[in-house]
């Protein structure tokens, strides 16, 4: 069984940054897509972010662009996601996900809480 935990979470102020982490046990990770997402109060849940497990290449929503990074360590079956310039409308709970066939995550994490303050 695939088991996620995220990390990293926490209150910053507007423009600040903060990196999440999530590691992964009982699976083979270097096999997994991952992917970040983020459900914000009173709204669906919505794709962050991803890294391809074969080629590593990175795909991002328009509204986090140029200031997310996601970025993956396979010997430390982790995954990571690099959050600048922070705004108050990041501030949601952030998951991440594990797909073992392409874009389907069938497994996710309890989930960290991101708030950022105006």
């Known amino acids: 069984q695939v088991q996620l935990v995220e990390s990293g979470g926490g209150l910053v102020q507007a423009g600040g940054s903060l990196t999440l982490s999530c590691v992964v046990s009982?699976?083979?990770?270097?096999?997994?897509?991952m992917g970040w997402f983020r459900q914000a109060p009173g709204k669906e849940r919505e794709f962050v972010a991803r890294i391809n497990r074969s080629s590593g290449s990175t795909y991002y929503s328009d509204s986090v662009k140029g200031r997310f990074t996601i970025s993956r360590d396979n010997a430390k079956n982790t995954v990571y996601l690099h959050m600048n310039s922070l705004k108050p409308e990041d501030t949601a709970v952030y998951y991440c996900a594990a797909a073992r066939v392409v874009l389907i995550y069938d497994s996710w994490g309890q989930g960290t809480q991101v708030t950022v303050s105006s």
């Open positions: 009982g699976g083979t990770f270097s096999s997994y897509t």
